[in-house]
């Protein structure tokens, strides 16, 4: 029954699916460059927040559709956390695609998911200095 839905095949070739490739946006390498500098930058900033423990990375990839920044952190304990960023056609006429208060923003926001996870991951481990 897989082969009978709408849904099956590739992006811009389905019943379902009539996005077409050419409103997919596709990067030219100074836009790559942009990018990957603003994911850094958002990295730089989250491994600013951490101790040494945690390990932060990002990565550029084109996906299904269209360019897929991430930038993700692996606790010292607990689950990774994660934020992606997919620019849309309007995004990428700018020098950076990424604006400054977006960039600390997310770095913020992982910086504290990935503590919350080692808060969680250990919460029954620690006993309490005091009452």
């Known amino acids: 029954m897989n082969g009978n839905t709408p849904y099956a095949g590739s992006p811009g070739t389905t019943q379902a699916g009539k996005r077409a490739t050419a409103d997919l946006p596709e990067l030219t390498g100074e836009q790559k460059r942009a990018l990957r500098r603003d994911v850094s930058?958002?990295?730089?900033q989250t491994r600013a927040y951490l101790p040494d423990e945690y390990v932060v990375d990002s990565d550029v990839s084109q996906a299904a559709g269209g360019p897929r920044a991430t930038v993700a952190v692996q606790p010292p304990?607990?689950?990774p956390v994660s934020a992606g960023f997919s620019p849309e056609n309007e995004d990428l006429e700018s020098d950076s695609l990424i604006d400054d208060e977006d960039r600390s923003e997310v770095a913020r926001g992982l910086a504290a998911s990935a503590a919350l996870q080692v808060k969680q991951a250990v919460q029954d481990?620690?006993?309490p200095t005091a009452r």
Do not use: L, N, Y
Not at 41 to 44: E, L, N, S, Y
């Open 77 to 79: 304990v607990g689950h």
């Open 41 to 44: 930058r958002i990295a730089d």
């Open 125 to 127: 481990d620690v006993m």
